[in-house]
């Protein structure tokens, strides 16, 4: 079927669902299929694509180590192939099975993919209750302040020298050649 009207045969696209057949003038375009649809039936479901989770992303689990592999959009013979690759690689080794665990003082929770944590000032792995550095005795967080404290203490002291230096003169009179030492109100 062509799209369009009589005066506009190229404006617009028919719906591809065999149902439906609607002109539609905004179509879409299906990213598993290729096919085009109307605004009703854009959607994976509502067109039942035969390729909807071609973009889908998942994480198979070695069953020799344990560690997690993300995949997008793979079929069943494919993530054999991924586990297979990974097997040989060298990265598979079965010392690694056992699972990791929070290394916070009385927290056995087990680091997964979905519940891990890297702190962003110490790059420690912790579990998602004790993400924040004040939760898990961050060692840099608790540096952090001190060196802090000792650059704010820098400032001060040159703050100071540069205020004693002025020897008593007043900022906002020097230059002017005003040799009146009593401040002047202006009324408005």
């Known amino acids: ?65 344990s560690t997690s592999i993300e995949i997008t959009g793979k079929e ?19 010392r690694k099975k056992t699972k990791p665990t929070c290394p916070v003082k009385r927290c056995k929770e087990i680091l997964t993919f979905s519940n891990t944590s890297v702190c962003k ?17 961050c060692k840099q967080a608790s540096t952090a302040p001190a060196a802090g404290a000792a650059k704010g203490g820098g400032l001060n002291e040159k703050f100071l020298a540069a205020f004693a230096s002025r020897n008593g003169k007043d900022c906002a009179k020097s230059g002017r050649g005003s040799s009146s030492t009593t401040p002047s109100i202006k009324a408005y």
Request: aromatic share 6%; with cysteine.
């Open 121 to 137: 000032t110490c790059q420690l792995k912790v579990c998602l209750k004790h993400r924040f550095p004040a939760d898990h005795a």
């Open 76 to 94: 069943e013979e494919e993530e054999k192939m991924v586990l297979e690759r990974h097997e040989k690689s060298g990265d598979c080794d079965p």
């Open 1 to 65: 079927m062509a799209g369009g009207t009589e005066a506009f045969p190229d404006l617009g696209k028919h719906c591809q669902l065999s149902d439906c057949h609607q002109l539609d003038f905004l179509p879409f375009k299906c990213e598993g299929c290729h096919k085009v649809f109307c605004l009703e039936h854009r959607s994976y479901k509502s067109h039942e694509c035969p390729k909807s989770d071609h973009k889908s992303r998942k994480v198979i689990v070695c069953e020799t180590c």
